[in-house]
């Protein structure tokens, strides 16, 4: 099972708007609607913010916003701002036959 | 206040058996929808899923990883336990454990981490 392909990096000024890819296969991304995102800043834990391609947990913020495409699932930052400058996961359930989660390369955002 | 919290030793020798306990409170791992799951994080890369347990027991493990780890939990205690037997240099990450529930495919809680080292 291979990990989901994120870019590397993805910078934005303050206000505006990005969006990170996460690409996977009909087996994971493609196949079920269980994809989630998750924000770490250096030396923290992972924190939930996308699950189920588009739903935000309580507490945050509606400049959030993830959507899914065929084998393509995005998280839109909008209105960017210092605070979410960090690295984002995407993870995706998967009917891979060696592990029921896979989780994507990861990216690094930049508020410039 | 859901909260999970990992413990166990930061330097390992090769060849030596980690264990790693994940303490959890807020939530009950005797409740038929809660599980945890172990992940982790070499230094600088993505994260890896190795294996969770629900409260049923129900079990399940990373193929690659599948002969050397062993998950637990005592529900009295609230603790999960995670072995990995026959660690390596590569094995070097910070662990993570995070709550999952059945019928939904996503950590919505995890603990700070704890950065576990191989090394002679």
């Known amino acids: 099972q291979s990990a989901l392909t994120q870019p590397a990096s993805v910078s934005g000024s303050p206000g505006q708007s990005i969006t990170i890819s996460c690409t996977g296969t009909s087996s994971d991304v493609g196949g079920y609607n269980y994809v989630s995102w998750y924000q770490q800043h250096p030396g923290k834990a992972p924190k939930l913010m996308i699950y189920e391609v588009s739903n935000r947990p309580s507490g945050v913020s509606n400049r959030f916003s993830g959507s899914k495409s065929g084998n393509t699932a995005s998280l839109t930052i909008s209105g960017l701002q210092a605070e979410d400058e960090a690295d984002y996961y995407c993870?995706?359930?998967?009917?891979?036959?060696?592990?029921?989660?896979?989780f994507g390369t990861g990216t690094k955002v930049t508020v410039l | 206040q859901v909260t999970l919290k990992e413990s166990g030793p930061v330097l390992v020798k090769p060849t030596e058996t980690l264990t790693l306990t994940c303490t959890v409170s807020?939530?009950?791992?005797?409740?038929?929808?809660?599980?945890v799951s172990w992940i982790r994080q070499p230094p600088g890369k993505a994260l890896e899923w190795l294996a969770h347990i629900f409260s049923n027991d129900e079990k399940s493990y990373s193929t690659s990883l599948k002969s050397r780890l062993t998950i637990s939990k005592d529900t009295s205690k609230s603790q999960v336990v995670l072995t990995m037997t026959n660690m390596d240099p590569v094995d070097t990450a910070t662990y993570y454990c995070?709550?999952?529930?059945?019928?939904?495919?996503?950590?919505?809680?995890w603990g700070q981490g704890t950065l576990v080292t191989v090394s002679s």
């Open positions: 993870s995706s359930y998967t009917s891979s036959s060696t592990i029921p989660y896979v």
């Open positions: 807020g939530f009950s791992l005797s409740n038929a929808r809660m599980g």
């Open positions: 995070a709550r999952i529930r059945r019928g939904y495919f996503h950590f919505d809680y």
